[in-house]
């Protein structure tokens, strides 16, 4: 399980390039014009984790499996979106598919580089999309409220519970406030979920500044980050030019690059962190002689949950899972060593999965 996270934003403000860097293809096609990404553009990528290069060095493994991102470049809205305008059905219809939005915002300024608005300011490209988001699901909780109707009267249960929540949902809406800061119980999750309300998925903003900024940002990320703390949601800095000259690099000179930019890590690393910490997402592994590999699981995840990743079976006749944090694997140089230092664990059926975590499972076929 990795997460599929759709980037969105107004047109020319680095969607495409950020793409196509991310995924080290030139799939969608940047240009310096409103929708010139028709269709969305779908790429993986493997998550960079160097926790797994070591546990595969200690075990010998011939192969190397990490776990995945889906990145989905979706066409550019403009304002009226929620009406049809531009390309704002495809947008609207595509970005409900998605676990998380990757919100684009222009930081930099480039005067050969047209803004749809004729201005830069990120706050207000925010609002822009958010205000189309929020107006299609108004329009969309008053349709789907007339539909309920008579199943209500009919006292279906799960019809009932559907029109709870989209009333519910209706409230904050109509406060002008988006779908994602409403609180929802713990049991109703899931059917708040298959509601796939536009403004109800979570948002990382994603400031795409001037290369020179890209180390510590500038006053236009700063005002992003700002707003992204007031609204509980989280903001990244990237230049996506910085991402786009890396990603045709080979690595060790990707990383004299980084390093004379003032950079630690690449722009991808930083935005599939601030994804994970986005969705409450963590990775354990499995390591072998055949092969290490990692899988990403949510926070949280107890043991038959996490093995039901792997495999269904792995869950239904879940046994035990053999366990050793990452730290403790690392220093005894192996299971073996793990073991003599009193570090290997027996956990059932109650225990909640670490980050980390080096797990092995005995189930029943």
């Not at 995924?23 to 990528?45: D, H, L, S, Y």
């Not at 249960?157 to 989209?166: G, H, T």
């Not at 690449?266 to 910490?277: F, S, T, V």
């Not at 239904?316 to 009193?342: H, L, P």
Request: with cysteine.
């Amino acid at each position: 399980m990795g997460f599929k996270m759709g980037i969105v934003g107004l047109p020319n403000v680095g969607k495409s390039t950020l793409f196509n860097a991310l995924t080290r293809t030139a799939a969608a096609q940047a240009a310096n014009f409103p929708f010139c990404t028709i269709e969305p553009n779908v790429g993986e990528v493997a998550v960079p984790d160097p926790r797994l290069d070591a546990l595969a060095e200690i075990a010998g493994s011939k192969q190397i499996i990490p776990t995945r991102i889906t990145f989905v470049d979706i066409a550019g809205l403009v304002k009226g979106a929620s009406k049809g305008e531009g390309l704002g059905n495809l947008f609207l219809a595509n970005i409900r598919e998605v676990d998380a939005i990757a919100h684009v915002l222009r930081c930099f300024e480039d005067g050969d580089i047209t803004h749809v608005e004729g201005r830069i300011d990120p706050l207000a490209d925010a609002e822009t999309i958010e205000t189309e988001l929020m107006i299609a699901d108004m329009e969309s909780i008053e349709r789907r409220l007339a539909n309920l109707s008579r199943k209500v009267k009919g006292g279906d249960k799960e019809a009932v519970d559907q029109e709870r929540l989209l009333k519910a949902a209706q409230v904050v809406l109509n406060e002008g406030k988006p779908a994602r800061t409403l609180k929802v119980a713990e049991d109703d999750r899931r059917a708040w979920d298959m509601l796939q309300l536009l403004t109800a998925k979570p948002v990382l903003y994603v400031c795409n500044v001037e290369e020179s900024a890209a180390a510590n940002g500038n006053s236009q990320s700063a005002r992003v980050a700002e707003m992204a703390r007031a609204q509980g949601a989280a903001s990244v800095v990237i230049s996506a030019r910085i991402e786009e000259e890396i990603s045709q690099l080979p690595t060790e000179e990707a990383t004299m690059f980084l390093e004379e930019m003032g950079l630690h890590e690449a722009g991808l690393d930083r935005l599939i962190r601030a994804g994970y910490e986005l969705l409450g997402l963590q990775t354990y592994f499995t390591v072998g002689p055949k092969e290490a590999r990692a899988w990403t699981i949510t926070r949280g995840t107890l043991a038959p949950q996490a093995a039901g990743v792997i495999h269904g079976d792995f869950e239904r006749g879940f046994i035990r899972a053999e366990t050793i944090a990452y730290d403790d694997y690392v220093a005894g140089k192996g299971e073996a060593g793990a073991r003599e230092a009193g570090k290997f664990r027996v956990e059932g059926k109650t225990y909640e999965v670490k980050d980390g975590d080096v797990l092995h499972f005995l189930f029943n076929a």
